[in-house]
């Protein structure tokens, strides 16, 4: 099992900046790619963004891509999302997400093994 703990969520002007964090903890070493989907009030949960543990391969939703950096630390087991010119459509509950290997899910295609509790984020006009 794997365990997924997320923070920097937080309130932010729009065209102001956050950065998440998500510390994963148990079996680590089956971890294939991770990555944040994100759920605004009243929507579906939606991917954001991914990263393919080996390799450093990276995927990205249209309507952040420009704004939003994802990268890991696979040293620390920590992947972390760099919000840019942040915008009030933004504002969501950000999920940290994660596959193992061999389960055929990516987390590109909104689709993971774990997630974690979430951390808002809310973006002011």
């Known amino acids: 099992q794997v365990q997924l703990v997320e923070s920097g969520g937080g309130w932010v002007q729009a065209g102001g900046s956050l950065r998440l964090s998500c510390a994963a903890a148990g079996r680590t070493v089956s971890i294939y790619d991770m990555g944040w989907v994100r759920q605004a009030p009243g929507q579906e949960r939606a991917f954001v963004a991914a990263i393919i543990r080996s390799g450093g391969t990276t995927y990205y939703t249209d309507s952040v891509k420009g704004r939003f950096t994802i990268s890991i630390d696979n040293a620390k087991n920590t992947v972390y999302l760099q919000m ?42």
């Open 84 to 125: 840019s010119s942040l915008k009030p459509e933004d504002t969501a509950v950000y999920y940290c997400a994660a596959n193992k290997f061999g389960g055929g899910h990516r987390v590109v295609n909104n689709d993971y093994d774990y997630r974690g509790q979430g951390t808002q984020v809310t973006v002011s006009s």
